[in-house]
């Protein structure tokens, strides 16, 4: 089984289990069996939904736990264990110290599960027979309870990426069993942000990667690139318009990325998807989890803690995130890439933070979690708990972009601009070349923190520096910036990135020239922005060529010390390829289907009155 992340054995706790209405259900289909040498039993059953489709469905209970058991249920395209594991998985260790009767679940249309794997957010109507996510954890849950024996009625879900998206919606329609939640880099809005689209503008490379994987066939297709080493940047540059990937690889057998060429703009489609919603009030204890740095699913958490905050008269809602990558709080989580964090964050996030929540609402034992928001801040390497999220800033302070180069808290006393020529034919790389493939590149997994300096010399990226900072700078909260900006062009991204520099000498004598954090240029924050939807995300509009105008870029929520003698720097630029498709510059109805003479250079201005703005502690 090969899971998207790399996480493999700790997403094996990502499975689908879908439940049926009250009435008699066939048996299970083996026995639980126990093997010598494996930690858990193993049993293999297929859950009938109310439709009548059954979803492959694996039960463990842990050797040697007695009594009555709660059921962490997890639900996955990914697939399910086919045997017990020999002993527990290091990132269920803590967890697995109370006893859980674990189960894993494949989605509809995955593996040995009927039906068809559509990857369609939308929910049924109230009232309706109709089945979505929510109503097959419903029925999982409801068959789970009823025929597995020995549970003590109380269920949990928690998953990473799609298990935890799969986890969050069924809080649309909770089973009166779900008595805990955890939704880790979940999503809710694939055009918004997350896996699919940053503001519309589509992630290429990991669209292509990841919708193959999970719907060309069901079981984790791999995209024919070609055998060998391929440089994904020379890849998709030949590739041409986006509509090309379906017409020449594709050929209709991946439903998602074909609505996503026919669906542009943010319409209907997009909008039935927008699940979150159809949240009512907090009934569920729900322990949100997200990545400062996660490179795929970065937004959805925060935005379904914000959704269930409006309404959590008991204070059951709970946010947590660190300067991690997809995932890697399952992991010791002592690096932010190349940088060491002194600590084993993601170790202390499972034994301090996840076991006691599911100890305490699944088991009925310890003391109830009573945080609103918890923070492993990056910079300071430390945990910080606040009454609120976002906290209220002692002051919100604006870091001016100067036609000099330089940055500084001071806004600039004129309107001059700095000019770049951006051309589609020769776009910004988003990593350091060769480009790997997304799976299972290493690279990837931490390119949201690579040293920026590979892009050091190019005309078409603009760079501001600050002077070193005389004394700590905490920023805490959504950051946001604002370019005043114009392109020869009608249309066009900007890219923009909130940098921490570090200084020359940080590492006296480097262990490592060629991996030295000395002058190391560490993102905090990078998002692009396309010029089309300015105006409003429901009808793309084309620019007024050399109009400068507001354009807005959210840059995300962050929690990060700044250090003395750290420099900021922010760079704009206008391509970030392939890890965003490429704009034409010209507008054009839909930008997948523009052709080769559409792409052209155009001349982009940033221009005084240019800042970032950040929520200062």
């Keep these: 089984m090969r899971v998207r992340t790399g996480l493999a054995l700790a997403l094996l706790l990502a499975a689908s289990s879908a439940l049926a209405r009250p009435q008699p259900q066939p048996a299970p289909q083996s026995a639980p069996q126990a093997q010598p040498t494996a930690a858990f039993t193993f049993e293999e059953v297929m859950i009938p939904m109310r439709d009548g489709a059954r979803l492959q ?174 440089d994904s940047y020379d890849f998709f540059l030949k590739l041409g318009p986006v509509s090309n990937l379906d017409s020449r690889y594709m050929r209709g057998t991946v439903p998602m990325l074909t609505a996503m060429i026919a669906h542009p703009d943010y319409d209907d489609h997009w909008r039935r998807q927008h699940w979150t919603d159809r949240l009512g009030r907090t009934t569920v204890p729900t322990l949100h989890v997200a990545g400062f740095w996660d490179q795929e699913d970065p937004s959805g958490s925060w935005k379904i803690y914000e959704q269930m905050e409006q309404d959590d008269p008991d204070g059951l809602n709970l946010m947590v995130a660190g300067p991690w990558n997809h995932g890697s709080w399952r992991s010791p989580g002592d690096r932010l890439g190349n940088i060491p964090m002194g600590v084993e964050s993601g170790t202390e996030f499972r034994r301090d933070v996840e076991a006691p929540f599911f100890r305490y609402w699944l088991h009925g034992k310890g003391a109830q979690p009573r945080f609103e928001a918890k923070m492993f801040q990056s910079g300071s390497w430390q945990w910080r708990d606040y009454a609120q999220w976002p906290p209220k800033p002692r002051e919100m302070r604006n870091l001016y972009l100067h036609t000099d180069g330089s940055l500084s808290f001071t806004a600039p006393a004129d309107t001059a601009c700095r000019d770049y020529v951006s051309d589609p034919a020769s776009p910004v790389p988003f990593r350091a070349r060769p480009i790997s493939r997304t799976y299972p590149s290493p690279e990837w997994q931490w390119w949201e923190a690579a040293d920026q300096r590979f892009v050091d010399g190019r005309p078409d990226v603009l ?135 559409d792409f052209r250079k155009a001349t982009h201005r940033v221009c005084g009155g240019s800042y970032v703005a950040l929520p200062v502690m």
Excluded: C
């Design 57 to 230: 469905t694996v039960i463990m209970r842990p050797v040697g736990k007695s009594g009555p058991l709660p059921i962490l249920l997890q639900r996955t395209p990914y697939g399910v264990p086919d045997a017990p594991p020999p002993q527990t998985p290091r990132t269920m260790q803590f967890m697995a110290e109370d006893g859980y009767i674990l189960v894993f679940q494949n989605m509809r249309g995955r593996f040995k599960s009927d039906g068809k794997f559509t990857m369609s957010m939308e929910l049924a109507p109230a009232g309706s027979k109709a089945v979505d996510e929510a109503t097959d954890a419903y029925d999982t849950i409801d068959w789970l309870v009823k025929r597995v024996p020995a549970n003590n009625g109380r269920v949990g879900m928690w998953g990473v990426s799609y298990p935890g998206y799969a986890a969050a919606i069924a809080l649309t329609r909770p089973h009166p069993a779900l008595k805990a939640v955890s939704p880790q880099a979940a999503w809710n809005d694939w055009w918004l942000n997350d896996d699919l689209h940053r503001y519309g503008a589509m992630r290429l490379t990991y669209a292509t990667d990841w919708l193959y994987s999970l719907q060309h066939n069901k079981e984790n297709a791999e995209f024919p690139y070609g055998s060998g080493f391929v």
């Design 463 to 597: 760079t501001y520096v600050s002077a070193p900072l005389e004394s700590d700078l905490t920023v805490t909260g959504a950051i946001a910036a604002r370019l005043m900006a114009a392109t020869s062009g009608t249309d066009a991204d900007m890219v923009v990135k909130l940098i921490d520099v570090f200084p020359d000498d940080y590492e006296p004598v480097p262990a490592d020239y060629l991996k030295t954090l000395n002058g190391y240029q560490l993102p905090v924050a990078m998002e692009v922005r396309r010029g089309r939807w300015l105006d409003g995300n429901a009808v793309a509009k084309p620019l007024v060529a050399d109009q400068v105008r507001a354009w807005d870029v959210p840059l995300r929520d962050h929690d990060h010390v700044f250090r003395r003698g750290h420099r900021l720097m922010v760079q704009v630029q206008s391509t970030w390829f392939p890890v965003i498709d490429r704009n034409p510059q010209t507008f054009v109805p839909n930008i997948y289907t523009a052709k080769a003479s």
